[in-house]
């Protein structure tokens, strides 16, 4: 008996420890799992829509609503960013439809630095990753422009810690600095020179070498003498995208001088009376009504015009400025003003967005109109390959809600093999798709 008490003590105590094994490693297993799907997520280069980060509870009222004052977003940029404002950046940067993608990544990455300075990692990389895509499907940056770009991108994911993002913003720049037919050998040395010691401070001993060994060949054929920062950086290869003015009908610039005035009188209150509260409710509902106002004009008048225009380019300027007045609706139903300022378009978000979208694919036929009326397949060819890129560069930002995100990257696909063949030498987007999220990168034809 006492030995049959023994053995069933015995196998209830192995019973317990093996439990309590498999709880151990299952804990392991989940912590683990957890851990790998945070970096997945974090160090995805595709990422999720920046619109999706929008924190509208933390920016200043007062700042941000320069941009519907007339203020400049360079000017909104650079105050905010010197008062450490960094929200109101986040949003002025994002919906932003004056800044040209050179200034657009240079203040993503003035943003990311911030975050990283306050500490806060998340956010540095969230800019890191738009200003990295942008750098990808930009066609108005130069190839020495997106090293660059890719070079300040990938230092700025080292120093927060996440190499494998470090690592591949640094082979973009790479591929560009070996590859690209348009970047002068000054520029290449530079870069490569760069690479060599940022690839050796993450431990890529055979790539810094690489790199080094390039800049060395580099060095002995060419004449490099002279400062690089003196020459002229090539010029972006793009052709047909243009900003094409298109001035407002007399009915809308009344409207918007109204609404400019009524948020200067809201911004004057609130920067004398931080407490949102104490407002006078009268002053938010001036603006609220002249924004109304104003979107119902430039409805009526954009239908209009587009009608009665004589040309091709004008009704480009006209289905263009309509898609920036949309985005500036869209801003404020998000509450990227940091105040509901249109609680009927806040409700309708989705409605807006369909709105958004319906004038984005207008404006995608217009381009395809004028791209038919062009001789030389391979101009056709090259100006797809730019619009394309910019739709997916607005979708993938979620500026471009619901874009036809299967139907444009294959069509990119297939332009960018029909250049290619043609001899084409431009590096060219590819993708792959990690989990449902497409990841671009650059590539070249051999």
Request: hydrophobic fraction near 40%; aromatic fraction near 8%.
């Amino acid at each position: 008996m006492v030995l049959g008490g023994y053995a069933g003590s015995r196998r209830t105590c192995l019973l317990r420890g093996i439990l309590g094994l498999l709880a151990l490693l299952v804990l392991i297993g989940v912590a683990s799992g957890g851990a790998y799907l945070y970096l997945r997520v974090t160090a995805s280069p595709g990422g999720s829509y920046a619109v999706d980060h929008l924190l509208p509870k933390k920016i200043d009222p007062a700042a941000a609503l320069a941009t519907l004052a007339g203020v400049s977003d360079l000017e909104v940029l650079n105050q905010s960013l010197a008062q450490g404002d960094l929200e109101t950046t986040y949003a002025t940067v994002l919906f932003s439809t004056q800044l040209i993608d050179r200034e657009q990544v240079g203040n993503l990455l003035l943003l990311g630095q911030a975050y990283a300075a306050e500490g806060d990692n998340l956010r540095a990389q969230l800019c890191y990753r738009q200003a990295s895509l942008i750098s990808v499907l930009s066609p108005t940056l130069s190839d020495y422009g997106r090293a660059g770009s890719f070079l300040e991108v990938g230092e700025g994911f080292a120093k927060s810690g996440n190499r494998e993002e470090a690592l591949f913003n640094y082979d973009q720049a790479f591929v560009l600095a070996s590859h690209s037919p348009f970047m002068r050998d000054p520029h290449r040395a530079d870069a490569l020179g760069l690479l060599a010691t940022g690839y050796s401070e993450l431990g890529r001993a055979e790539m810094s070498e690489e790199c080094s060994s390039l800049r060395t060949e580099i060095l002995y054929s060419t004449d490099v003498t002279g400062t690089t920062s003196a020459m002229t950086p090539e010029q972006p290869i793009a052709n047909f995208l243009t900003q094409i003015s298109s001035p407002p009908a007399a009915m809308v610039a009344s409207y918007e001088e109204r609404r400019m005035e009524a948020v200067r009188e809201l911004r004057d209150a609130l920067q004398a009376s931080p407490d949102v509260s104490a407002v006078s409710q009268e002053l938010v509902t001036d603006v609220t009504q002249a924004l109304v106002n104003e979107d119902n004009a430039r409805r009526t008048a954009y239908e209009d015009e587009l009608a009665a225009a004589s040309s091709m380019v004008l009704r480009i300027g006209i289905a263009e400025t309509r898609v920036d007045w949309l985005l500036v609706k869209y801003r404020v139903s998000l509450g990227g003003f940091g105040l509901d300022l249109v609680p009927a378009w806040s409700d309708d978000v989705a409605g807006i967005a369909a709105e958004l979208n319906a004038a984005r694919a207008e404006l995608h036929a217009i381009y395809g109109e004028q791209i038919d009326t062009f001789g030389d397949e391979m101009a056709k060819d090259r100006a797809w390959f730019d619009v394309l890129r910019v739709e997916i560069e607005q979708g993938r930002l979620g500026l471009y809600p619901d874009y036809p995100e299967e139907e444009l990257i294959s069509q990119l696909s297939e332009v960018s093999t029909s250049l290619a063949e043609a001899g084409d030498p431009s590096l060219h987007p590819e993708f792959i798709y990690e989990d449902t999220t497409p990841v671009f990168s650059l590539a070249w034809t051999e």
